[in-house]
């Protein structure tokens, strides 16, 4: 998928300004498909303008720079449905994290420990966040993604927890400076 594609299936659910589309894509309900900046969304807009595939409106705002407001056309959303049909690409999956449990042996016991505990918190507020979204969600497709999400989350959550002992000892332990003085 690129940004195009992202921005035209944002679109496709409903109005928005520029800003509004990247934080959708990077904090909201479109954050987990493809990373947007600012600087690949304004010229994706710009093209999808030009090509006739949005349309652009611009709202006065007191005190504050006129909103450009962008709405999918007929042209855009049938490209947009077209586009769905692309064999998708793997998916693509980065952790820092698991980056830092990677190099567990150069770290002590306790920082990993509280790594650990970090992340299953995170997992678990995660899967709470999802459970809020899909409680008030009726759209089918965005529940199918929200029980994925909610899947992935569960059984890293479980992986953590049944294997927690097994990552802590891949540090050091901690030496008590205090007792060999």
């Known amino acids: 998928?690129?940004?195009?594609?992202?921005?035209?299936?944002?679109?496709?659910?409903?109005?928005?300004?520029?800003?509004?589309?990247?934080?959708?894509?990077?904090?909201?309900?479109?954050?987990?498909?493809?990373?947007?900046s600012f600087g690949a969304i304004y010229p994706a807009l710009s093209r999808l303008h030009e090509d006739g595939l949005i349309s652009l409106r611009?709202?006065?705002?007191?005190?504050?720079?006129?909103?450009?407001?962008?709405?999918i056309t007929d042209t855009g959303r049938t490209e947009f449905i077209s586009n769905l049909g692309d064999e998708p690409t793997p998916d693509k999956f980065k952790s820092q994290f698991l980056f830092l449990?990677?190099?567990?042996?150069?770290?002590?016991?306790?920082?990993?420990?509280?790594?650990?505990?970090?992340r299953i918190l995170q997992m678990k507020d995660e899967c709470h966040h999802l459970d809020e979204v899909g409680a008030h969600c009726d759209h089918a497709g965005?529940?199918?993604?929200?029980?994925?999400?909610?899947?992935?989350n569960q059984a890293a959550l479980k992986y953590m927890e049944d294997n927690?002992?097994?990552?802590?000892?891949?540090?050091?332990?901690?030496?008590?400076?205090e007792a060999t003085k």
């Open 142 to 152: 965005s529940q199918f993604v929200i029980g994925y999400g909610k899947a992935i």
């Open 58 to 71: 611009e709202e006065q705002q007191e005190g504050k720079p006129t909103r450009k407001v962008y709405s």
């Open 101 to 118: 449990m990677m190099c567990g042996e150069y770290l002590d016991r306790a920082k990993i420990s509280k790594f650990i505990d970090d």
């Open 164 to 177: 927690r002992e097994f990552a802590e000892q891949l540090g050091k332990k901690t030496v008590n400076r």
């Open 1 to 36: 998928m690129n940004i195009r594609t992202l921005c035209l299936g944002i679109l496709n659910f409903g109005d928005a300004t520029g800003y509004e589309i990247k934080k959708l894509s990077s904090e909201g309900r479109f954050s987990y498909y493809i990373d947007a």
